[in-house]
């Protein structure tokens, strides 16, 4: 799986969103489920479940490990405030005709877009993005003056 692509999609009065096909095969299981999780103000991401749940699991073992030794005592708080967001951060879905998402209630004020308003739909390599337009560009404005260095730093 490599995604890459930028679509400009609009969220329909229900918000729903209808995602580019190039993107649903390599994101969605045979049954259309999909993981939506939130990434920072103004930005959901779409996973395919088994890829989710592998980094998941891989996480949360790794940090119990910590835990179980006792390298965590000093960092409950830390702990606690992983928790939460770890609770929030992701959800379950399934996509409706194969190719449309309804952006889960709770998913939606993180996204910033209204009804009725337009998304951007970016192919991340492993993920897929959707951005409120306004952060997109913004994230452009920041990130690409870095681009030909980070492409050499991951590609030596």
Known sequence: MFLTGEHHRTIDDRFRLQLPPEFVSEISDDEGGVIVAKERAGCLSLWKQEDWQQRLDSGISLLKQKINSGRMEQRWGDVQRLGRLLSTRHTSTKLANR?????????RSFLGVAAGKEVVVVGAVICVEIWNPEVWLDVLKQEMPDFGDLFKQLTQ
């Open 99 to 107: 190719s449309r998402l309804l952006v889960p209630e709770g998913f």
